[in-house]
């Protein structure tokens, strides 16, 4: 994790200079309006006043799940029960018949597996590297439903959460109707993931967004403008999220109309066809200009704003966000506000360390007019120094007063979801209420000097579950080693499970399907700096990490998605007291971590790309495998 101060210093000495747009081939695309969610805001980025519905929006307690939530996880269900018949068909679990299991077991719908996927952020690395993930996981992909390849677990998932740069993946694909990775690579409709041109640049003239630079930026400034003319305090969060939402959806001015909370008013979200996004943001407590493990955890799902945490353990209809609530009723003399959830300045609001690089505008190589608009846009913009997202009103004015820090707070701070450094947006996804099984948790983190993760998120969620009375409020996580354990044991060279021997939790909580990003056939070790990827360089970390999370289709180990497959019906094997297949004993022999900690401290950790690491797969032991590394076996001489 890198601190604000860590971002300015390497703006200053240069590290984000951007290569040239040119590498981008500016293909005649056509302006198609399709495949989206709802361009359903009053008046584009401005919140708006409207009237309020029959029975006015409150604040209500986090005790339990939405209502909202609960009915569309009884459709839920149904659909991810079909896509898990379909996934075990290619997915073999030795000679156990899934298919029969799940029959059997479906009556009643708490035994079958509720599985959950996590991507972490690091910027446009994590949003590659998750996206690789998701494109093995989505049975849409092509080929990614035959032998050692795991197409369909995204459609047996139940949760899809997104951080920082994961939460522009969450947002591409949501915002975007759910639509595949494919897609936003290919761009035939309109070129969504044109990552070629930086945010310092904006999309090609030829491209659905139809502007130049300069109206670009003009675009930028005017609404942002707009929402501080309207009454509504802004931050560079403003600008930053309007910036990626050029880039991230797949509508013309920017996707500006499209709202956080009309994911869950589309058809298709509303029939349960997909999973549910949960984007993550941290809070920073009054007065304070740093987050530590303690800081709230935000989570933005399709109906609601609010946090399971004791600090406030509230949400908010996300769709009256904005609307001047006041000890969790909105008075009678104020009106229900909506637009305030803007797709890019939720996305924005979960990756605000960035700011820092929005802010590098006021010096970029730009048109003259162009940065004048700007430098009027940042000395209006409050708090322009400080990488937070300005959230005002605060919903949580006057709520619990007795227990939240906040409640005094007419605004509140929201920072980037990795702040905290649990850089994976696992909080959503271990509350009890939500009885998930497994969390497959894709992890591109840059903890290591070489830009590779070695653990540390997951140390930081489990240290915070063990204050379990206090900002763990009744989480549990599985126990993990320190991150030296990691790297000396390799456990951040290939799929670690953590949480298998359910007998040695602290409370429910899910197994832990750990997917750290490894080189197979890319360094995907870019800079969390890096602002633009030429479409060879996209499209390599986006294979590398398919061949993350297949590990490189099961060539690495021919057994690999039968694992995956045991991960999933672990916990259901538990509850329907059904005895576990040898096969899936040996996997969790292989890749469950099993207590040993060697916490010496290892040598600068330095992956060599390989695809034939461990070919030797029957053999396969985590230590075994670090030597393999150490001894660099099949180098890839790349970048
Ligand atoms: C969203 O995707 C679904 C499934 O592909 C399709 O049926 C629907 O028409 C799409 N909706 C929009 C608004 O494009
Ligand atoms: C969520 O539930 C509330 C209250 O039951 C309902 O008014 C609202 O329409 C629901 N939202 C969506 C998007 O279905
Ligand atoms: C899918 O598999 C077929 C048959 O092996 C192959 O010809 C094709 O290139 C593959 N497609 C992709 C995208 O890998
Ligand atoms: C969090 O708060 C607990 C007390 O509730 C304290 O013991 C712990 O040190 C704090 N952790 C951090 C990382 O600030
Ligand atoms: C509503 O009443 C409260 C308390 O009197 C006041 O602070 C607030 O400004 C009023 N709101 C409007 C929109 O007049
Ligand atoms: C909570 O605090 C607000 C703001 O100070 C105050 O207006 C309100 O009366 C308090 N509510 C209760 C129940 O004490
Ligand atoms: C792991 O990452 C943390 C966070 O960046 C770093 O402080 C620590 O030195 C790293 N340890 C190892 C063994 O890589
Ligand atoms: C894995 O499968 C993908 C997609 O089918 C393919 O492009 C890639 O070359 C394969 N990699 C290996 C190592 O087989
Ligand atoms: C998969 O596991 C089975 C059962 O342990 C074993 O017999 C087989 O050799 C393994 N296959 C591969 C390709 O590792
Ligand atoms: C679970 O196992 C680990 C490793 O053996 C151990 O460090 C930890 O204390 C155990 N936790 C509980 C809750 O038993
Ligand atoms: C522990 O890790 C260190 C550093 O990588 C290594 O030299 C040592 O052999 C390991 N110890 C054991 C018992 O594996
Ligand atoms: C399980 C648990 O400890 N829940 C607590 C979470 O925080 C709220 C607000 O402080 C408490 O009321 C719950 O009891």
Redesign the pocket.
């Known amino acids: 994790m890198k601190t604000a101060a860590w971002f300015s210093t390497a703006l200053l000495s240069g590290a984000l200079a951007a290569p040239a747009s040119d590498t981008v081939a500016a293909a005649a695309l056509a302006p198609e309006i399709a495949r989206r969610a709802l361009p359903n805001a009053p008046d584009g980025y401005t919140p708006t006043s409207v009237s309020c519905p029959g029975s006015r929006p409150t604040i209500r307690s986090a005790a339990k799940l939405s209502a909202n939530e609960t009915s569309w996880l009884e459709t839920r269900r149904g659909k991810t029960l079909s896509a898990m018949k379909d996934f075990f068909g290619h997915v073999q679990v030795g000679s156990f018949d899934v298919g029969s299991y799940l029959d059997k077991i479906s009556g009643n719908s708490s035994n079958l597996p509720n599985i959950g996927i996590a991507v972490s952020g690091g910027g446009y690395r994590a949003m590659l590297n998750g996206a690789g993930a998701i494109k093995a996981f989505d049975s849409r992909?092509?080929?990614?439903t035959?032998s050692g390849?795991l197409g369909g677990l995204l459609q047996s998932a139940t949760y899809v959460s997104g951080l920082s740069g994961g939460s522009w993946l969450v947002g591409s694909i949501f915002i975007n109707n759910f639509t595949t990775i494919s897609d936003l690579q290919t761009g035939q409709a309109g070129a969504v993931w044109q990552l070629g041109n930086s945010v310092f640049e904006g999309p090609d003239s030829g491209s659905i967004q139809l502007l130049d630079t300069a109206g670009y930026f003009k675009d930028l400034a005017d609404a942002v403008e707009a929402k501080k003319h309207a009454g509504f305090d802004t931050s560079i969060t403003d600008v930053w999220g309007r910036a990626l939402a050029y880039q991230m959806f797949n509508a013309s001015a920017g996707g500006i109309d499209y709202t956080w909370s009309s994911i869950g008013m589309t058809p298709e979200f509303q029939n349960a066809e997909y999973p549910m996004p949960l984007v993550v943001a941290d809070g920073r407590y009054p007065g304070e200009t740093v987050v530590g493990g303690n800081a709230t955890v935000y989570e933005f799902n399709p109906w609601e704003f609010g946090t399971w945490d004791p600090t406030i353990y509230a949400f908010v209809p996300l769709e009256f966000l904005g609307s001047r609530f006041s000890g969790g009723t909105l008075p009678d003399n104020e009106t229900c506000v909506r637009g305030y959830d803007n797709a890019g300045f939720i996305i924005g609001s979960s990756s605000t360390l960035f700011n820092d690089v929005i802010t590098e505008l006021n010096t970029g190589s730009l048109p003259a007019f162009v940065t004048d608009v700007l430098t009027d846009v940042f000395q209006s913009v409050d708090k322009a120094d400080e990488d937070i997202a300005v959230y005002e009103p605060s919903p949580f004015y006057g709520y619990n007063n007795a227990t939240s820090p906040y409640a005094q707070q007419t605004e509140m701070d929201v920072v980037d979801g990795g702040e905290d450094l649990q850089n994976i947006p696992l909080q959503p996804l271990i509350q009890p209420d939500r009885h998930v099984d497994v969390i497959f948790a894709v992890d591109s983190s840059a903890d290591t000097e070489t830009v590779w993760p070695n653990g540390t998120s997951l140390v930081a969620t489990y240290q915070r579950s063990l204050n379990s009375s206090g900002i763990g409020n009744g989480t549990a996580f599985p126990a993990v080693p320190d991150q030296n354990t990691f790297v000396n044991l390799g456990l951040n060279t290939r799929p670690t499970f953590f949480g298998c021997d359910s007998s040695n939790l602290t409370g429910p909580a899910p197994l832990v399907v750990y997917i750290p990003n490894y080189p197979?056939?890319y360094n995907s070790n870019t800079s969390t700096l890096q602002m633009s990827y030429d479409d060879s360089q996209r499209d390599d970390i986006i294979?590398n990490g398919?061949?993350v999370a297949?590990m490189?289709?099961s060539?690495r180990d021919g057994n690999w998605t039968a694992c995956v497959g045991c991960a999933i019906l672990s916990r259901s094997f538990e509850r329907t007291n059904t005895a576990v297949p040898d096969i899936c004993t040996q996997c969790f022999q292989r890749y469950c971590w099993d207590g040993t900690v060697n916490s010496t401290q290892p040598a600068p950790y330095e992956p060599s790309a390989s695809?034939t690491l461990d070919s030797a797969a029957a053999t396969f032991m985590p230590a075994m495998l670090a030597t393999a590394v150490a001894a660099g076996v099949a180098l890839f001489a790349v970048m």
């Open positions: 992909t092509e080929n990614a035959t390849h197979y056939s294979l398919y061949e297949t490189a289709n060539t695809l």
